[in-house]
């Protein structure tokens, strides 16, 4: 990941008459970056995406994409930067190599460079093997590994992903996650929009949670943990005869714990695996298991909005 911003908005704000649906949000992104946005149904993520498009006219505030403005370089922004949708289209009739060579002619990509570049990139989203039969035969993860072998062969810089595992099941979901990873490593910056919880840990650097127009929180899902009050380290612990809420608060560095089906989560601010365990057996407890893992984005998010709703 380098230093350089490749997507830097500044107070950008967005209204639909008198409905304001972005409402002076920042977002600086670094290349290589993998961006979650976040937040409930109508909280502003769309909207932001299609200003970062140049698709629809921000308000007030100003964005720069690899340094341009979108709705003054659209073309150039368009060139560097590849969308795909929760659904993408194709021509179901054609094969999913005659899409691409269709979709090389649209981008102006020099006939000389296209068949060897389209064997690439269905290479490295792995349909080489299927790109010789028509789309409708795809399934839905296959679809969507033919949409971003289009980023691919356009040599997009920045991905906009809208729900881009809705629909598909847990091993092709895996995939493209991987694919993502893949994606990233190579330098090419991603912005995920998504409700999948799991999906958006999994892959992202850092997340963007938008409410109400706004972008609540953006940071990485420890600094979200820190910022509710938890702590970045979670400790499940089981263990009989014991009540480790009580137990817990004696111990530096812990910042809540609770009973969660059958178990307690024990969040901290450093690894505290061996003051519990000491605790526990100098109170004649049974330690079962003390498991250390990070902070879960599910239950950040839930408390974040159950907080912010107040
Ligand atoms: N073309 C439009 N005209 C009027 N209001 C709109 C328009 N597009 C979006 N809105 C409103 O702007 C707000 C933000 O909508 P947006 O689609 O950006 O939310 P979102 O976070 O993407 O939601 P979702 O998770 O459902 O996709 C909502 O209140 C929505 O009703």
Redesign the pocket.
């Known amino acids: 990941m380098s230093d350089e911003f490749v997507i830097e908005a500044r107070g950008l704000a967005?209204q639909?008459?008198p409905?304001?649906?972005?409402d002076g949000i920042d977002l600086q992104v670094r290349a290589g970056e993998v961006i979650g946005?976040l937040?409930?149904?109508?909280?502003?993520?769309?909207?932001?995406?299609?200003m970062l498009l140049g698709l629809?006219e921000a308000t007030r505030g100003s964005i720069l994409i690899l340094g341009k403005d979108p709705l003054r370089r659209p073309l150039e922004v368009k060139r560097d930067v590849g969308y795909l949708p929760d659904s993408v289209g194709f021509y179901e009739t054609m094969t999913g190599r005659e899409n691409l060579t269709y979709m090389a002619r649209l981008a102006a990509i020099p006939r000389g460079v296209v068949g060897e570049r389209i064997n690439s990139v269905l290479a490295s989203v792995h349909l080489l093997e299927v790109a010789d039969r028509p789309v409708a035969t795809y399934s839905r993860g296959m679809r969507q590994r033919l949409g971003i072998a289009e980023l691919l062969m356009r040599q997009c810089r920045i991905a906009i992903l809208?729900e881009p595992t809705s629909g598909l099941d847990p091993q092709s979901t895996q995939e493209l996650l991987d694919l993502i990873q893949k994606l990233s490593r190579g330098g090419m910056t991603i912005l995920l929009?998504s409700?999948m919880l799991d999906v958006v840990q999994t892959v992202c650097h850092r997340i963007a949670l938008?409410n109400k127009?706004r972008i609540g929180f953006f940071g990485t899902i420890e600094e979200l943990a820190a910022k509710i009050g938890g702590g970045t380290y979670v400790i499940d612990v089981e263990a009989e005869g014991i009540d480790l809420s009580a137990l817990a608060a004696t111990v530096d560095g812990v910042k809540n714990v609770m009973a969660v089906n059958g178990h307690w989560q024990c969040e901290a601010v450093r690894d505290v695996r061996p003051q519990l365990a000491q605790r526990i057996v100098a109170a004649g407890g049974a330690l079962r298991n003390l498991d250390l893992r990070r902070a879960r984005l599910d239950e950040a998010y839930g408390r974040y909005f159950r907080e912010v709703h107040q």
């Open positions: 967005k639909y008459g409905h304001v649906a972005v946005l937040g409930p149904n109508g909280a502003g993520k769309t909207t932001t995406i299609l629809t809208d929009s409700h938008f127009g």
